[in-house]
Every structure is written in C-alpha cells, then in structure tokens.
C-alpha cells in the first residue's frame, strides 16, 4: 500500500510567493470589520455582461470588464485606513496599498478560477468569519499541480512572485457565509 500511494504524492508544498498570517487580527477586530463590510453598499460583481453571487465594493480603483481597464472607485474609507498600515508593515517598506475589493461570500458561493488583473502586483487577503479552502493550480504539461490553503477566519494570505503570476486561484461554494478583504499593491506603471 506505501508503494502505491507513493505513486501520487500529494502537494505538499505551498507555491513560491504564497505566504500566510495566522491570527493576523484580533476577534474583536474580526467581528467590527465584518460590522462595516456588511453596512456597504455591496453590490454582485459584474464581469462584462455576467453577474457573479459574491457581493462587492472596490476602493481606490475598480476593474472595467466592459472597458477592459482600471477605472477610479471611491476613496478608501478611514475605518479601513489602520489595517491598510498593518497589511503595508507585514509586506515591508515599499508596500503601497492602491485597491481594496470588500467581499461577502453568502453560503453556497465561491470564486472560480483565475489570476488578478496585472494591472496590480501583490495581493493580500484578510479572511473573515468562516474557513474556506484557498485552491491554487498551474498547469504542468497536460496536468495540474494543485495546493489547498485552508484559510482561516483572521488569517492573511499574501500572494507574490510565482503564486500571484503563474498559479491560478479559486475559492468553491462556502459553507458558512464569509467576507475578505483584499488589498492590492499597483504593478509598475499602472497607477
């Protein structure tokens, strides 16, 4: 039996620029953050002439799928503005939050596969109020090699290098609902 599951090992090792933060915020915190993404006028996320379930509001800047480009949303709000310093400190000195994109994921919604626009360069998010799985994949010859990164509420993820530009993401239907935010640095040029 080792003989034979040592036929398909399993992928074990997380992607090159995939970094994570456990417990990157207090509950307390957690439960006013998730206070102010629910009181925005979230709105379902618009893809060219589709719709997804998850419920957004960007800041900052807005990604255009109709336009194909960056368009200026509205400024970042203050209550955001403390965490943004503490999401700048964990990525180091020159870390610059331009975008941020609030979630709501209501139970039995998810994200499909796909990479951030370039437009930006690294991304971070802040899970809150329920786990989920975190699935990245890149093609290897005519397969995928994947990893799961099980999300925990309050947990910052940093996607960079390799996992921001080569892996592809995706989060399946929640069980729980589920909010995230995500900060975005500008990729050079696009600001």
């Known amino acids: 039996m080792t003989q034979q599951l040592a036929l398909f090992p399993q992928q074990k090792t997380s992607p090159q620029g995939l970094a994570v933060a456990e417990e990157f915020i207090s509950p307390a915190l957690e439960r006013e953050l998730i206070g102010h993404v629910s009181a925005l006028p979230l709105q379902p996320f618009q893809f060219g002439a589709f719709e997804g379930k998850r419920r957004v509001a960007s800041f900052g800047f807005r990604y255009d799928y109709t336009l194909q480009r960056l368009q200026p949303a509205a400024p970042i709000p ?82 960079s290098g390799e996992s921001r530009r080569i892996w592809e993401h995706s989060i399946p239907a929640v069980e729980a609902p589920r909010y995230s935010i995500t900060f975005r640095t500008m990729a050079d040029g696009k600001d």
């Not at 503490?86 to 979630?103: D, F, H, K, M, N």
């Not at 802040?126 to 890149?138: H, I, N, V």
């Open 78 to 159: 203050g209550w955001l503005l403390p965490l943004i310093e503490s999401v700048e400190a964990y990525g180091g000195p020159s870390t610059r939050i331009a975008q941020v994109l609030c979630t709501e994921y209501d139970v039995g919604v998810g994200i499909g596969w796909h990479r951030d626009k370039p437009h930006f360069d690294r991304i971070f998010g802040l899970s809150l109020g329920s786990p989920c799985k975190f699935r990245f994949r890149r093609a290897v010859g005519e397969k995928w090699q994947r990893y799961t990164l099980e999300a925990a509420p309050r947990s910052l993820y940093l996607m």
